[in-house]
């Protein structure tokens, strides 16, 4: 194959709304295009439960419900998805090379919206992944109907997730680093409110242990360094993210906490390589920000496939 005759034009890895966005800009234009997706199309946005900070929405809407939405958007205009996780890839300036398990596929541009997982707490909660460990509350919460449970975290996710535990449960423990929160008032002055959500305040959970799942969560209060347990039936986890990149050419440049750097063009260091939303190196990672990046890398793309002929 001589170098430049490719597979597609772009391919997007990711269908969070990152992902989605660059595939709707991107068939639109025409572009030979493709959208891999290892999991459910949707990314972070079907394990929210409500979203009210998205445009277009005045009541808000479930995260469910906009993933499907975007979806069926990038569907009509006839981008083709496929349900493929991106193993590694060998970068040129004018072939991308893309392993699909047993396949390849090149391209001649890349967009990487592949966003970012919760953050561990690493104090031996793997144990109790489905046992009482959750990053998600829009899955589990109607697991724990009536009981007690420990929330973690401090910004917007986990306040507003804390919140919506509270439909279901009896009591949230809400346990943060700090002596304040980070989220956005609005929701702060909800949780304040919230009669079923106690604080913990300057602590951080250091074990958990239980018989058959979670039964106490181990926190120690980090300025007086006294230790306490709090017997509750499950543990969520909501302490930030770290960037999917495990499968990136190591070319890619990447800043101090693993997420891709990118210009305002959304440009990376690898020509032909663009990066959006939730995995770049960003100052706010919400629906928006990742649409936003989303329609400029691709029309960096289109623009870059113009260029190179
Ligand atoms: C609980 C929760 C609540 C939130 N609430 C809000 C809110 O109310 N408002 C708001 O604006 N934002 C909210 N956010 C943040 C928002 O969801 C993210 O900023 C947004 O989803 C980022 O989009 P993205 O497309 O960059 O990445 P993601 O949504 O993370 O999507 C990335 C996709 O890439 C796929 N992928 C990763 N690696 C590969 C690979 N190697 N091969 C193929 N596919 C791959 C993943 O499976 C995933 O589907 C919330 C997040 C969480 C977790």
Redesign the pocket.
């Known amino acids: 194959m001589p170098e430049t005759d490719t597979d597609y034009e772009i391919v997007i890895?990711?269908?969070?709304?990152?992902?989605?966005t660059a595939g709707i800009y991107a068939a639109r234009a025409r572009m030979k295009v493709l959208l891999?997706?290892?999991?459910?199309?949707?990314?972070?946005?079907i394990?929210?439960?409500?979203?009210?900070?998205?445009p277009g929405f005045p009541e808000g809407i479930s995260?469910y419900d906009l993933a499907e939405k975007m979806l069926t958007q990038a569907k009509t205009l006839g981008l083709e998805i496929e349900s493929?996780?991106?193993?590694s890839m060998t970068l040129t300036p004018k072939v991308k090379t893309l392993q699909l398990g047993e396949r390849t596929i090149t391209t001649k541009s890349l967009i990487i919206?592949?966003?970012?997982?919760?953050r561990k707490l690493n104090v031996g909660e793997e144990k109790f992944m489905g046992k009482g460990v959750s990053?998600?509350?829009?899955c589990d919460a109607p697991f724990f109907k009536e009981k007690t449970v420990v929330a973690v975290g401090g910004g917007?996710?986990a306040i507003?997730?804390a919140i919506y535990l509270t439909k279901f449960v009896n009591k949230v423990y809400l346990v943060h680093r700090r002596d304040e929160l980070r989220a956005t008032k609005i929701l702060q002055e909800r949780a304040f409110k919230n009669k079923k959500i106690e604080f913990v305040w300057d602590s951080v959970v250091t074990g958990m242990d239980g018989f058959f799942g979670v039964e106490n969560v181990h926190v120690k209060n980090v300025k007086t360094q006294e230790s306490r347990t709090i017997k509750a039936d499950g543990c969520f986890v909501?302490i930030g993210?770290t960037p999917?990149t495990?499968?990136l050419d190591k070319s890619i440049e990447l800043d101090q906490w693993g997420f891709i750097v990118a210009d305002q063009y959304m440009a990376t260091s690898v020509p032909g390589v663009f990066a959006?939303?939730?995995?770049r190196n960003t100052p706010l990672?919400?629906?928006?920000?990742?649409v936003g990046?989303?329609a400029i890398a691709s029309v960096s793309a289109e623009h870059f496939i113009e260029n190179i002929g």
Do not use: H
Not at 13 to 20: E, L, N, T, V
Not at 36 to 43: D, Q, S
Not at 84 to 87: F, K, L, P, R, Y
């Open positions: 890895i990711g269908a969070g709304p990152a992902g989605m891999l997706e290892k999991a459910a199309p949707g990314g972070q946005v394990i929210t439960d409500w979203v009210e900070n998205y995260g493929e996780e991106v193993s919206a592949s966003g970012a997982s919760p990053f998600c509350a829009t917007d996710t507003q997730e909501w993210i999917n495990g499968f959006a939303g939730d995995v990672r919400q629906i928006a920000t990742a990046d989303a």
